[in-house]
């Protein structure tokens, strides 16, 4: 299995401004000088993580996914990130992971953060995904659904979680904790990607991105409270080699999620 290349983006946004994250991330991302076949977005990277879902979203038509089509041509890989998406009467914060022939697949996120009331202005999403690329297996989600261990279990075989966030500098410890229990306890690469910069709200995020190894070690963490961009090499032989000499995915215990 080849290597996975894999580009963090650790970036500051702008509050409710589509216009301005747009050009923001297209001046980076034509600035990449190295190769890679995936890169990755916070949370909500065209507009912050706002609850002003009805003036701020946009159909699966729309500018930001039209960037993203021109983006993934030109570099030649994924790019994935959330947006707000009208679906319908709903409204999703919605992972988007862009092809770079122009397909595209999608997941929206399933656990809503109440403490900010994202569950009146969003719908959940209902169906957790496995996406492959290079032969690697990935499964993204979105910010708090990394509190839930039973919705993020390792039940489809997966090599690696892609995590973007927007998650607060307050909690930052939860943050590592996390991500590294998730690496642990499924033996899978975890990518965590959040943002730095303040707010509409006036909360501070110190980003803290970082790449965990499936034994829970970190490979890449990105300087807290600044904007940067980096990318780590996964080595497949890893997990084969964890999952061989310490099958505890063997001995996981057989549920059923009720939604």
């Known amino acids: 299995m080849q290597n996975l290349n894999i580009t963090l983006f650790q970036s500051n946004l702008y509050w409710e401004s589509i216009d301005s994250n747009l050009n923001d991330f297209e001046n980076k991302i ?12 916070p949370e909500m990277f065209s507009t912050g993580f706002t609850m002003n879902s009805k003036k701020l979203a946009e159909k699966m038509n729309g500018r930001t996914i039209e960037k993203m089509k021109n983006w993934a041509k ?32 999608s997941y929206d996120k399933r656990h809503l953060f109440r403490m900010m009331e994202e569950h009146k202005h969003y719908t959940a999403g209902t169906s957790k995904i496995t996406i492959e ?11 708090y659904d990394l509190r839930f261990p039973v919705w993020t ?13 927007n ?29 730095v910069g303040e707010d509409g709200n006036g909360i501070p995020f110190s980003g803290n991105s970082i790449a965990i190894d499936p034994t829970g ?4 963490e990105l300087e807290p409270n600044k ?19 310490f099958p505890a995915h063997l001995d996981m215990d057989k549920f059923t999620l009720h939604l």
């Open 30 to 41: 034509r600035n990449l000088k190295e190769e890679t076949d995936l890169i990755v977005l």
């Open 74 to 105: 030109e570099k030649n890989c994924v790019i994935t990130g959330s947006i707000i998406i009208q679906d319908g009467p709903n409204y999703f914060n919605r992972l988007i992971w862009m092809k770079p022939d122009g397909t595209l697949e």
């Open 133 to 143: 690329i290079k032969g690697w297996k990935i499964c993204p989600l979105i910010c």
């Open 153 to 165: 279990r390792n039940v489809d075989g997966y090599d690696c979680i892609i995590l973007i966030a």
């Open 167 to 195: 998650w607060p500098a307050a909690r930052k410890n939860a943050w590592t904790d996390l991500l590294k229990a998730r690496a642990h306890e499924n033996q899978t690469y975890v990518i965590g990607v959040n943002r």
């Open 217 to 220: 070690n970190p490979l890449l």
């Open 227 to 245: 904007e940067i961009h980096k990318t780590v090499s996964l080595s497949y032989n890893k997990i084969d080699e964890l999952r061989e000499k």
